[in-house]
């Protein structure tokens, strides 16, 4: 709605314009005439002359465009249109033969029809109609145009909705996919430490309450997020044993103004821990970011549980991310890098910083 009002406001401010320009050309005619007064008769006779012309202006505009041509029925329209302007001109005919000498007094009918001759609607009824469905026509081409327009905004305000609504879908699949692995770690752990238990309880609250409260904005500071992967991490040492190395380099006061989509980087970080840690052999996690010219480089690096013949396929997260970034970013604006070798899985995202 306000895109139409806009545009709306737009074309009609253009109209408004034009005929501004045209009601004035007669007073300006007589000034560049060097005549000392301006001639408030002839001003008028003029004025006159343009009138069917703005008549007519005005009933296109308002109801033939919009009622026909706009909605298709153009036999419809070309009907109409030609009765309306023969229908305007045969009218100020019967007019100029029978009513001009009584609202002119002064001027005789000799004086009325040389001063016609400057008149640009001193022709034939044949022109008249010519003019007229010249400036219809160059009405309706505007209108067209404002209307391809509106059409084209609308279609992009729809696909940026409609892009929205399929980050918001593909984001809330990743919470519950996350939410459902922390609470199975903090069941875990209940029978076996009731203490650390409850340390967890209060690592899941502050993640719960990023989720809450960042991650249903379309962006959040990369700050925030570092810390929601510290508090991720921190629930997550609790499980395991001082045999797997957890590290996580990131700048600990990353710049405010440096902002990124909110929840890219936990399924990456999910992932390492669900493939990457053993029980049974010293397993590490690496993680990594860096903000760089602009880009947020993030990796992450695991330990390999398994060769890679028997590793399972991506899970619903790291393809939502992938859709995610695809729908944020484009297909070229990022960098997805995922490469394996005998020893260890390396994630690494290269993304552009956004603003907060």
């Not at 008769?41 to 308002?62: G, K, M, S």
């Not at 109801?63 to 009907?79: C, E, G, Q």
């Not at 305000?157 to 699949?173: G, H, I, P, V």
Request: charged share 20%.
């Amino acid at each position: 709605m306000k895109i139409q009002k806009k545009q709306a406001i737009g074309e009609n401010l253009l109209y408004v314009m034009v005929w501004t320009a045209i009601i004035l050309v007669p007073v300006l005619n007589s000034q560049m005439m060097s005549e000392l007064h301006v001639n408030i008769e002839n001003v008028l006779i003029a004025w006159r002359q343009i009138a069917p012309y703005l008549i007519i202006f005005v009933i296109h505009n308002t109801f033939l465009a919009p009622r026909y041509m706009l909605r298709h029925r153009y036999v419809r329209y070309l009907a109409y249109n030609l009765v309306l302007i023969i229908g305007v001109f045969w009218l100020v005919s019967l007019y100029e033969r029978h009513l001009a000498t009584s609202i002119f007094p002064s001027m005789t009918v000799n004086d009325l029809d040389a001063y016609r001759k400057a008149s640009f609607t001193n022709l034939e009824i044949y022109w008249n109609v010519v003019l007229g469905f010249f400036m219809t026509g160059a009405n309706t081409g505007i209108k067209l145009m404002y209307q391809s327009i509106r059409d084209e905004q609308t279609m992009e305000a729809l696909k940026r909705q409609n892009l929205q609504a399929e980050m918001d879908y593909l984001k809330y699949q990743i919470n519950p996919h996350f939410f459902m692995n922390t609470l199975n770690n903090i069941h875990a752990l209940i029978d076996i430490d009731t203490e650390s238990a409850k340390n967890a309880v209060i690592e899941l609250s502050k993640m719960m309450r990023y989720v809450l409260y960042d991650s249903g904005h379309e962006r959040t500071t990369l700050q925030r997020d570092i810390q929601f992967l510290r508090n991720y991490i921190e629930l997550m040492r609790i499980r395991y044993t001082n045999d797997v190395e957890i590290r996580i380099d990131a700048p600990q006061d990353a710049d405010a103004q440096v902002a990124i989509p909110p929840l890219l980087l936990i399924v990456f970080v999910e992932n390492a821990f669900k493939h990457g840690i053993s029980y049974r052999h010293k397993s590490f996690i690496r993680i990594e970011v860096r903000c760089v010219e602009g880009m947020v480089v993030s990796t992450i690096a695991n330990s390999r549980r398994e060769p890679a013949r028997n590793r399972p396929e991506p899970g619903i997260g790291l393809e939502n991310v992938r859709k995610r970034l695809a729908l944020i970013y484009g297909e070229r604006n990022y960098t997805l890098d995922i490469r394996e070798d005998a020893e260890t899985y390396t994630v690494k995202l290269v993304i552009p910083a956004l603003h907060a």
